[in-house]
C-alpha cells in the first residue's frame, strides 16, 4: 500500500484486489439510455454484486405514467434488507443523493452467491423484471458464463464491461461522492486503541489518468480462503468462515520465528510472533489433535492475507475486493504489515464500498458514457 501522496503526478496506478493487479481496454455500449430500473452487475466467482439505483426526482407525469410492475420491483427492492435465503441488501452501505446521468436518486447495495444464480434469475422472473428491462450492465467472468442463462430464462441482454475498467470508474465515482469513502485503521495491534480514521483522497489528486496495467497476481485470495476453510472446518458461507477465524488462534497451527529461533531473530529485524511457516506445526500428530476449527480458520486466514500483504506492498495503493467485507482480522493485519515492513513510509488504505466498484462502474457506462 503505496502513500498517494508519492505519487501525486503520476498517471500510473497500481491496484490490488483480492491480491490481483490488472489493466484493460475500455470497453463501450453505445446503446441509448436505457429505461427504468437501472441495474449494474459484477459477477464474480464466489459473489454476485448487484447495483439498483432508485430515482427520487420523479415528476408527477412520470409517476402518472409508471408501470405497476416497476412500482412493484422498486417496493420490493427497497423495503426488503433480505431476498430468499442467501440475497442481502448492504443498508449501510446506502448512497443516498447521489447523480447518475442527470437523474437524482439512490443507490443500493446489494449481494448474494454467485452459486444462486438460477434463483435470481427465477425470482427477476416472478416480479416482472423480464418484462420492463431488455438489456443489464455486467462485469466479470460470470457476465460471459451466464450470459446464455440471462437470455434463456429471463430473455435479456448483458452489456459486458471489462472488469478492471469498471472497477477504477466506480471508485472514482464513489470515492468522489462519498467524502468518507477510503480510511485507514489506526493502532492496527492494539485492540483497545484500534480504530478507523478517515483518510481525505482529494489531495493527492490527479492520482488517476486512465493508464494502468496488470503487474503482478495471485491465485490466492478471498476464494481460495472460504474453501479452504470449507474442508478444514465443515463451514458454508464467508460469514461463517470469519466468525469461526475471530475465535482462533493461528500461532496453535503456524510456526513462528520464535519456534525456530527461540525469540525474535535480531539480525534481520524479525520479530519473534512472525508467521515463519503457514501451517507448519501440522506435521505433528499431537498439534493436529490439539487445534479446533476455529484455530485452522484463523490460520488458514492469516496464510491469505499474508500473501495477499507481500504481493501489495510492492506494487498497490488500496485495496479492494470482497475478500476484506466483513473482515477486520485481515485489514488490521495488512495495516500493520505495511507500517511495519515499510519502517512507517507506507499505509494501507481501505474503501467502504469495497467489493461493489465493479457493479457500479459498469452502471455509469450503460449509454457508453461516464459521467
Request: neutral net charge.
Amino acid at each position: 500500500m503505496m502513500s498517494p501522496n508519492k505519487y501525486k503526478n503520476n498517471s500510473n496506478l497500481s491496484m490490488a484486489s483480492n491480491g490481483y493487479s490488472a489493466t484493460s481496454k475500455q470497453t463501450k455500449c453505445f446503446n441509448p439510455p436505457p429505461s427504468m430500473p437501472w441495474f449494474g452487475m459484477d459477477i464474480g466467482g464466489t459473489l454476485c454484486k448487484l447495483v439498483y439505483f432508485e430515482p427520487k426526482d420523479i415528476t408527477r407525469d412520470e409517476a402518472d405514467a409508471e408501470v405497476e410492475t416497476l412500482k412493484n420491483i422498486r417496493r420490493y427492492l427497497t423495503k426488503n434488507s433480505a431476498y430468499g435465503k442467501t440475497g442481502h441488501r448492504d443498508t449501510h452501505l446506502q448512497m443516498d443523493n447521489v447523480e447518475i446521468r442527470g437523474r437524482r436518486g439512490t443507490l443500493h447495495f446489494i449481494r448474494f452467491p454467485t452459486s444462486e444464480m438460477g434463483n435470481f434469475l427465477a425470482l427477476a422472473k416472478s416480479k416482472g423484471m423480464a418484462n420492463l428491462v431488455t438489456t443489464v450492465c455486467a462485469t466479470g467472468g460470470g457476465a460471459f458464463k451466464f450470459e446464455e442463462n440471462f437470455k434463456r430464462e429471463v430473455n435479456m441482454s448483458l452489456a459486458k464491461f471489462d472488469e478492471l475498467h469498471s472497477l477504477i470508474r466506480g471508485m472514482l465515482y464513489i470515492e468522489t461522492t462519498n467524502p468518507r469513502e477510503c480510511y485507514y485503521w489506526a493502532d492496527p495491534t492494539d485492540d483497545t486503541l484500534c480504530h478507523k480514521v478517515p483518510f481525505d483522497f482529494s489531495e493527492p489528486y490527479p492520482f488517476i489518468v486512465n493508464n494502468f496495467k496488470r503487474i503482478s497476481g495471485t491465485s490466492l485470495g478471498g476464494g481460495t480462503f472460504l474453501g479452504l476453510c470449507c474442508l478444514l472446518t465443515g463451514c458454508n458461507t464467508f460469514e461463517e468462515a470469519i466468525e469461526l477465524a475471530t475465535g482462533g488462534d493461528n500461532t496453535r497451527v503456524d510456526k513462528l520465528v520464535k519456534d525456530i529461533y527461540g525469540g525474535d531473530y535480531g539480525p534481520f529485524c524479525l520479530p519473534g510472533d512472525l508467521v515463519a511457516s503457514s501451517f507448519g506445526q501440522m506435521n505433528s500428530k499431537d498439534r493436529r489433535q490439539a487445534v479446533n476449527k476455529e484455530d485452522l480458520a484463523r490460520a488458514t486466514l492469516v496464510t491469505i492475507t499474508n500473501n495477499i500483504g507481500s504481493i501489495a506492498r510492492m506494487c498497490a495503493v488500496v485495496f479492494a475486493g470482497n475478500f476484506l467485507r466483513v473482515n477486520p482480522i485481515s485489514m488490521k493485519l495488512l495495516a500493520y504489515a505495511m507500517d511495519y515492513w515499510s519502517k512507517g513510509t507506507l499505509k494501507a488504505l481501505f474503501l467502504e464500498h469495497e467489493g461493489y466498484f465493479g457493479a457500479v462502474g459498469c452502471l455509469l457506462q450503460f449509454n457508453g458514457e461516464t459521467i
